[in-house]
């Protein structure tokens, strides 16, 4: 099967999110499974390109009242092609949607569809036929419109897949404004009440893709709801019949117990020792008091209302503030976002020894307290996929979460299922459900290293890998282009 991923990022050339890292792993997943995979990207000029080949071809596109030249950098990494396209709308930038995660550059309505539409004309000009054309997120939400726009037989077959990452991003900007991109409009692309109509990038994906994912089966269920949909809860409804979720994988290599470049202790299911070692480590070197009877509980997210802080944070006494002085627990915090919430944070950390706070981004902590902690903590009002409770499995961390998207597929609640279970799961958003899972993990810890070793194992036995995912996608690619014509 031929696969044509088109994304804005993806690693190892360029990131700012998680998407790039699906981005990334699927394609390489897939093409392990020996499908033939291709992935557009656009090129930032951050990229190192001194192994890359140029592929000679260059296409002019109509936008801005004129037409503009692009052309193409070609590297294989991973069985994967990768092809990127060059032009200074891209490359003479100093970020990837914006100079900040603050400051959208004002014209990526024509940045992107300068990359929707550069999609068919490389095709046509590599002579290569997908099969399908994997489109993410909303800055590639015009391709599936100009592929059913597309009146060639070259493409005769060819379907389209959209997937959503984050509902909450949707590329909205001014009808006007479409007029530079020289698309012909579809009263489709819009979304709104009459007189305040925009055009909607990711919307345009949604009706015209032969297929929608998502990131996790509970998250294809939410946002059919009002609470969750975005304002588009009723076009997912509509097309609930093609919409599906698949959870994502993690990269075994980099978070693996038993090799983690950032922890001494290795450990694994056969051999759970170097987790207790690991947890003293860290418990020393966060500044807590070495004590393996006290369970470590640990949050490494960003600082935003998104991921529970707010309810945790609200009120005198706080959630947080109930827990580390009325129960026996330690807890890191690392991470960093919203300042009122750091000052809060900063300031109760300053008060309870058993609290370490971290305002900081580092990848080396991250891995070294998702190794040594007991309990992994996510309040999240919402959370697509989330990877953090996929990261806590792995390393045997108990993860304590909200039952929302991908937490709810990915975790098994204990006290539901005490044989099979691998987490704690509560359902409302509120201080009291977040302290009240607390007590429940708490409750667990009280029964013993023997059943908590076990659930440990039962959480390191859990299948996170992007095998597992990327036969799910083929699993669609298949029941979209059964029949096409060879």
Not at 221 to 227: D, H, L, P, R, Y
Not at 304 to 315: M, R, Y
Request: hydrophobic share 35%; with cysteine; net charge negative.
């Amino acid at each position: 099967m031929k696969i044509l991923m088109v994304s804005s990022e993806s690693v190892p050339f360029s990131k700012s999110g998680g998407l790039a890292d699906v981005v990334g792993a699927l394609s390489t997943a897939l093409s392990d499974l020996q499908a033939e995979v291709h992935v557009l990207l656009p090129w930032y000029g951050s990229a190192d390109t001194s192994d890359f080949v140029d592929s000679k071809l260059s296409l002019h596109l109509d936008l801005l009242g004129k037409q503009e030249t692009v052309t193409f950098l070609e590297k294989k990494l991973d069985g994967v092609l990768y092809h990127f396209l060059c032009h200074p709308m891209f490359s003479a930038r100093e970020g990837i949607y914006g100079d900040t995660s603050f400051t959208p550059y004002m014209d990526n309505l024509e940045r992107y569809s300068l990359l929707n539409k550069a999609v068919l004309p490389l095709c046509r000009e590599l002579d290569w036929k997908p099969d399908v054309i994997h489109c993410h997120d909303w800055t590639c939400g015009f391709v599936p419109y100009l592929l059913k726009a597309d009146t060639s037989s070259f493409f005769a077959g060819t379907k389209s897949v959209m997937t959503i990452h984050n509902l909450a991003f949707q590329g909205e900007y001014s009808r006007l404004q479409l007029l530079n991109t020289a698309i012909e409009a579809d009263e489709r692309m819009f979304h709104g009440p009459a007189p305040e109509k925009r055009t909607n990038m990711l919307k345009t994906g949604l009706e015209f893709a032969d297929a929608i994912t998502t990131v996790s089966p509970t998250y294809a269920k939410e946002i059919q709801s009002e609470e969750y949909g975005c304002n588009l809860e009723q076009l997912l409804t509509r097309r609930s019949e093609v919409l599906s979720g698949i959870i994502n994988g993690i990269d075994y290599q980099e978070w693996n117990p038993g090799t983690d470049i950032f922890i001494d202790d290795h450990y694994s299911q056969d051999d759970l020792s170097g987790k207790d070692r690991t947890k003293a480590s860290i418990q020393k070197e966060f500044g807590l008091t070495v004590d393996p009877s006290l369970p470590l509980f640990s949050m490494i997210s960003r600082i935003a209302d998104q991921k529970g802080f707010v309810e945790l944070l609200a009120g005198s006494p706080c959630a947080l503030e109930k827990m580390v002085r009325d129960l026996p627990l330690q807890m890191i915090i690392i991470g960093t976002g919203e300042q009122s919430l750091e000052d809060k944070l900063v300031e109760l950390g300053k008060r309870y020894d058993n609290l370490s706070v971290n305002i900081l981004f580092s990848n080396r902590f991250a891995h070294r307290a998702e190794a040594g902690s007991d309990f992994f903590l996510m309040p999240s009002k919402y959370e697509p996929c989330g990877l953090n409770q996929l990261y806590s499995l792995r390393y045997g961390t108990i993860p304590v979460a909200r039952r929302t998207g991908g937490l709810a597929d990915s975790i098994i609640d204990l006290d539901e299922h005490p044989k099979t279970g691998t987490g704690i799961l509560f359902s409302s958003m509120t201080a009291d459900a977040i302290l009240e899972a607390t007590q429940r993990a708490l409750t667990w810890w009280q029964k013993g290293i023997p059943t908590i070793s076990d659930i440990r194992i039962r959480c390191m036995q859990w299948d996170s890998t992007w095998i597992r995912s990327a036969r799910s996608y083929l699993s669609i690619y298949e029941n979209n282009t059964e029949g096409r014509k060879k």
